[in-house]
């Protein structure tokens, strides 16, 4: 994360310019948002905690719709302040093949307004970042949810046109 000082009290909004961050795939390997949008747009699910019911139904929803997601011209990813094991172990237990982040210093939840401070998780949410050439992408569309309201797919892929 470029300023990991970077602390927003509501949710970033479209048109704004998206944080930069690297972060730890499940499968510890470093994961950058500057490199993923020189190659498609990318969907940013933010969740609270691995191993919970309707966290579990938004990763399914990345990995049983990864047609959808890539057909739309998107990548899309699961973030949570989880640690990477908690996240292997769990994709391995459900079955999701989605890539999955871990934001354990909570600088990518903070940075996009996504931080729920009464529990030190991630808010669950969804931001749509626009392709970009220069490695800076643009926020095409955010969403902060109720802790018990999943992603609709069909709302995201419709912000994304």
Known sequence: MSNEN???????????????????????????????VKKSDVVLCFFPFAFT?????????????????????????GISCDSFAALNAWAERDGYTNTMLSDIHRAACKAYGLYWSELNVAQRGTIVIGQSDDGVGTVKWSQAREPGEAMDLDQVLAAMV
């Open 6 to 36: 970077t602390h927003r009290s509501s949710v970033i909004q479209p048109g704004e310019t998206a944080p930069d961050f690297t972060l730890s795939t499940k499968d510890r390997e470093d994961w950058s948002l500057a490199d993923a």
């Open 53 to 77: 019911g309707v966290c579990g139904t938004e990763m399914e929803c990345l990995s049983k719709e990864m047609k959808r997601w890539t057909d739309a011209g998107a990548a899309a990813v």
